[in-house]
């Protein structure tokens, strides 16, 4: 079966459900989802079992917020603070046709995973910011 998306690439790093559920669903469309993760810390929502009395566990110490807004995706952790973390984003995005994030904008300035610096190594990015 063909999918409608298959072919396009997208770079995520997104935290919680907001922006890594968006581009989950791309995923179930065919498109490639690489996440990235802060290095030694993760996704928050990797550490959050319970929502007030609801109970999110699954077996092998997982929650299911987590597994549901990330699958069909690759993963990989990079430690952002770090230049050479920065770089190896850099050299990942001319191969991919969309950078997707919902982190703050104070936190993607910092990091200079802004539009005008990705764009410099791949003109054809689309840039999401959820």
């Known amino acids: ?10 770079l ?4 919680f459900h907001a922006g890594p ?21 993760g996704d928050p929502i990797r ?3 319970r929502f007030g009395q609801a109970s999110f ?27 050479k973390g920065r770089e190896i984003v850099y050299r990942l995005i001319p191969y991919f046709d969309i950078f997707s994030t919902n982190l703050r904008r104070r936190t993607v300035d910092k ?3 802004t539009y005008p610096m990705l764009s410099g190594f791949n ?4 840039v999401e910011f959820s």
Do not use: C
């Not at 968006?22 to 030694?40: C, F, H, N, T, Y």
């Open 12 to 15: 995520e790093w997104g935290i």
């Open 111 to 113: 990091m200079r995973m």
């Open 21 to 41: 559920g968006g581009s989950a669903i791309l995923g179930d469309l065919g498109a490639e989802v690489i996440r990235m993760e802060q290095r030694g810390k």
């Open 47 to 49: 550490h959050r079992s």
């Open 57 to 83: 566990s699954v077996p092998g110490e997982r929650n299911l917020l987590f597994e549901a807004s990330n699958r069909n995706k690759k993963s990989i952790t990079i430690d952002f603070n770090k230049e």
């Open 123 to 126: 003109p054809r990015l689309i």
């Open 1 to 10: 079966m063909e999918y409608p998306l298959e072919g396009i690439r997208i």
